[in-house]
């Protein structure tokens, strides 16, 4: 039974402030506005299936190269970039974009939100750092938790027969769900760190899926699925162009130094630390977790301004000067945190019309033993002067027409990617042993993996 249950103007409400996080911490797709238009359009009819038609629905592509997709309550939902690169028909798009409109009309994620949780949204210093980091720190605003939830089985299993449901109805194939799973499937078996879709890590696998949907197209479907729509062709050709993993531009690591080409600075972060970089900041954590170093743009003020703006917040004490090189002021801190007292350093340097602010910060305690890191990360950094670094361009997704079946490492020697085979075969909706049907198929072509 579920407690403390929102009304639905508090979930639109909650909805809404969340909405305004997400598209600041992961960046509004812009590049291809029809292909924004488009997945708005399949979103706003599945809607009018939801049993909740009136609700203040949006669907967003968010400039982010993981697979994913996310809804939040009241009717935004969120679909990346990422996962854009690895569907293959417009029917597939339909079954992501349905089953996160089915989480939002079964009121998944505002079930988990209780009104206190409501009520401290905007508390914490998720005002003052930037809350991606501060969810490291545990000290998000409530949010930006919603983006982290983590669905029950129960509601995954649900959320997939709504999905069915819904893209049945506005007339998809719901075949389409099971090459999607596949694909999710292929992308978190493939190698490498940082490769398990983060779709599968919020949204837990229900038991055997790919069986409950054939049962599922046993039992609901009536009639047989010739006429209802697919579009591959059409959906490929709309996804034709479009940058494929991480978009160098807006910085890229190379190790553990950080490089941003559009504002021509490099940071070096401490090593084996895990970082991360988002629109809003950059950030890395301590391989225990229990300290961050961040760097974001503080604005245009000078760094006197900068800093008596931030230590004039309240609930942040400055302490101390340090010295930092390079920066005009830096100085120690201690901060109220929803999770308890955090202290660090923080320190504001000017360079190119811009004030840019460093932190380090660790729970009250540990100041001494993560100083002298601080402090050498923060002097770290730099102009960028590498001209490989400043000319760096992501890889593209292309569209490319074959006459006949091929098989992927055929199809790979004639056209050329810059990422692994086994991708080459999860982005074509294929096994590594299996064949790229004729018709469009998709290769990667540049990208940082191009530079030396």
Known sequence: ???????????????????????????????????????????????????????PWSYEIVDDASVNAFALPGGPIFITRGILGHLNTEAELAAVLGHETGHVAARHSANQMSKAQVAQLGLGIGSILSPTVASAA?????????????????????????????MTRVGYDPTQMIPLF????????????????EWLQTHPDPGNRLAATQQRLKTELKGSTEGMKVEREKYLQLIDGIAFGEDPRQGFFKGDTFYQPELKFQWKLPSGWKHQNTPQAVAAASPKEDAIL??????????????????SQQGIKAGQPVNVKGAKVARAFQAQAQ??????????????????????????????????TFVDAMGSFSELTDSSALSVKPARLKVVKIDQPMSVSDFNAKYPSSVKLEEVAVINGVDSGGKIPAGHAKQVVGGTGEMK
């Open 1 to 55: 039974m579920q407690l403390n249950l929102l009304s639905e103007s508090q979930e639109v409400e909650l909805g809404k402030q969340a909405k305004q996080e997400a598209e600041q911490t992961y960046g509004v797709y812009k590049e291809k506005p029809e292909l924004s238009q488009y997945v708005e359009g399949i979103g706003k009819r599945l809607s009018q299936e939801s049993g909740r038609p009136n609700l």
């Open 138 to 166: 545990q000290v998000a605003s409530a949010g930006l938790q919603l983006l982290f939830l983590k669905y029950s089985r129960e509601d995954e299993t649900q959320a997939d027969e709504l999905g069915f449901r819904y």
């Open 182 to 197: 596949q694909m999710l499937d292929g992308v978190s078996k493939q190698a490498g760190g940082g490769k398990t879709p």
């Open 294 to 311: 961040q760097l974001q743009i503080a604005g245009k003020m000078s760094p006197d301004e900068a800093a008596q703006k931030l230590f």
């Open 339 to 372: 999770q308890g007292v955090i202290e660090g350093v923080i320190a504001f340097t000017s360079y190119q019309g811009n004030t840019y602010m460093m932190a380090g910060y660790t729970p009250q305690g540990g100041l001494s033993s993560y100083l002298n």
